[in-house]
T-cell receptor
Framework: ETGVTQTPRHLVMGMTNKKSLKCEQH?????MYWYKQSAKKPLELMFV???????ENNSVPSRFSPECPNSSHLFLHLHTLQPEDSALYLC????????????FGSGTRLTVV | AQKVTQAQTEISVVEKEDVTLDCVYE???????LFWYKQPPSGELVFLIR??????QNEISGRYSWNFQKSTSSFNFTITASQVVDSAVYFC???????????FGAGTRLTVKP
């Protein structure tokens, strides 16, 4: 256990479905991140939240909608996804100060059918 | 712009061999941080080491060692006497100290065969 918990671990959804990914940390970190990891591609930063405020949206399509109700929880709401959105979605958190590195969750393996 | 290059896509070794994973980075910053992460099959990226740009001392932690050379902009990672449990994807990453801007390399998949 890394201290960052992601649920569900696996998700299969149709292109017309709506689902949400959840990330939770109780490390006292102030920054939280969503990354996308596709096969044979580098890690792609999607969203950044600092102190619950979104500070970066890395040109992510609107079918991905993040939500950060508090510093401990981060959601990624999904709707009308495409098969190419199938990937491992990783959540990470960090203290939010100088860089001590991130703590990652185990990820949600998403398959869009 | 910051960039991290891990030229080795996949490496396969036999148990007990030593293996070095290469990482070359580009940055215009004078202060920056370098990282290595391990991603086992379970999926999470596990933090291995952080090194700041002012500390060029090499580091050894058990079977792991890191060679940081600013002159060649490299931060290579060596596993001595590799074990099957070392099989994973290893990522090198670079940050300028702003947590919003950590760049990851493409990763190197290491397979250690018994």
């Amino acid at each position: 256990e890394t201290g960052v918990t992601q649920t569900p671990r696996h998700l299969v959804m149709g292109m017309t479905n709506k689902k949400s990914l959840k990330c939770e940390q109780h490390l006292g970190h102030n920054a939280m991140y969503w990354y996308k990891q596709s096969a044979k591609k580098p890690l792609e930063l999607m969203f950044v939240y600092n102190f619950k405020e979104q500070t970066e949206n890395n040109s992510v399509p609107s079918r991905f909608s993040p939500e950060c109700p508090n510093s401990s929880h981060l959601f990624l709401h999904l709707h009308t996804l495409q098969p190419e959105d199938s990937a491992l979605y990783l959540c990470a958190s960090a203290p939010g100060e100088t860089t001590y590195g991130y703590t990652f969750g185990s990820g949600t393996r998403l398959t869009v059918v | 712009a910051q960039k991290v290059t891990q030229a080795q896509t996949e490496i396969s070794v036999v148990e007990k061999e030593d293996v070095t994973l290469d990482c070359v980075y580009e940055t215009r910053d004078t202060t920056y941080y370098l990282f290595w992460y391990k991603q086992p099959p379970s999926g999470e990226l596990v933090f291995l080491i952080r090194r700041n740009s002012f500390d060029e001392q090499n580091e050894i932690s058990g079977r792991y060692s890191w060679n940081f050379q600013k002159s060649t902009s490299s931060f290579n990672f060596t596993i001595t006497a590799s074990q099957v449990v070392d099989s994973a994807v290893y990522f090198c990453a670079l940050s300028d100290g702003n947590n919003n801007d950590m760049r990851f390399g493409a990763g190197t998949r290491l397979t250690v065969k018994p």
